[in-house]
């Protein structure tokens, strides 16, 4: 039977995974995924382990709604308070995407210089200022708050076992940054899914998610792989158009609770 055997949030983009025993969804997917996001303080571009892998040793975490405790080696732990109001926003960039989000003030941005060894400043988005998904796979209204383009990414285990012997060691899960993982199915069964429900709630697959050099850093101690894998095996099989998959891309269609263990149904 398939079920949800992995949840997952990523409350700062690029930053260290939090697993989930349960969780509530909203209207911008997991509560509190990916609502925080590290730009450069000049151009307001979006960093994240793509240019600097460190960031994966950053640890953020919500002490609760209202305030995000920010941890790394050798670092102090930082309290960062859920900016209020408009009061001091910023242009930021994401992919094609600009948007004036409010900055998380002066000792969030140092903390994060200090650690990165490079001049940014942390912000924070709420759901009023989340922005479109792609209409081409979503309707006007539903929104993403700071994952690269769709709230929810899903992988099923079965993937990943298979991905692993084709490159012929145990790869982690948490080099692809899924939110859900389902055990159950085939070996990439989620391809020809189209609709789907966990726990009452249905989610709309709206595509695979193409795939990129992040996959080659190791998930805790942010190195790269020298023989540049598993990204180099799934070019071999998993390429379309010059673009690798591996996941799919969710939308989900309500809000509700998701705990591990979850049945998971196909609908179409």
């Not at 909203?26 to 590290?38: A, F, K, P, T």
């Not at 732990?77 to 408009?86: F, I, N, T, Y």
């Not at 996959?215 to 540049?228: F, H, K, W, Y």
């Amino acid at each position: 039977m398939l079920h949800l055997s992995g949840l997952y949030r990523y409350p700062l983009k690029s930053g260290a995974a939090e697993p989930l025993q349960g969780t509530q969804l909203d209207s911008l997917g997991v509560q509190g995924d990916r609502r925080w996001m590290v730009v450069d303080a000049q151009s307001g571009r979006f960093i994240t382990q793509r240019l600097l892998s460190t960031m994966n040793r950053i640890t953020a975490r919500w002490q609760n709604a209202e305030q995000l405790l920010l941890s790394a080696p050798g670092m102090p732990d930082l309290p960062v308070a859920v900016p209020q109001g408009d009061g001091d926003l910023r242009g930021v960039h994401i992919w094609r995407d600009s948007l004036r989000v409010p900055d998380a003030g002066d000792a969030a941005a140092q903390w994060l210089s200090q650690f990165l060894q490079r001049d940014c400043r942390l912000v924070y988005v709420a759901p009023e200022r989340a922005r479109q998904i792609d209409p081409v796979y979503a309707e006007i209204g539903q929104k993403v708050a700071f994952p690269d383009g769709f709230p929810l990414l899903l992988i099923g285990q079965a993937s990943l076992e298979d991905l692993s012997r084709r490159v012929g060691r145990d790869l982690e899960m948490l080099r692809f940054r899924p939110n859900l993982v389902v055990q159950g199915s085939e070996p990439y069964g989620e391809d020809s899914w189209k609709r789907i429900a966990i726990g009452g709630i249905e989610f709309k697959v709206a595509k695979g998610c193409s795939r990129c050099i992040m996959t080659t850093l190791d998930p805790v101690t942010g190195e790269r792989s020298a023989d540049r894998e598993p990204l180099t095996t799934l070019k071999t099989y998993r390429q379309i158009e010059g673009d690798v998959f591996f996941g799919q891309n969710l939308i989900a269609l309500s809000s509700g609770q998701l705990e591990l263990g979850m049945p998971v149904e196909v609908l179409e």
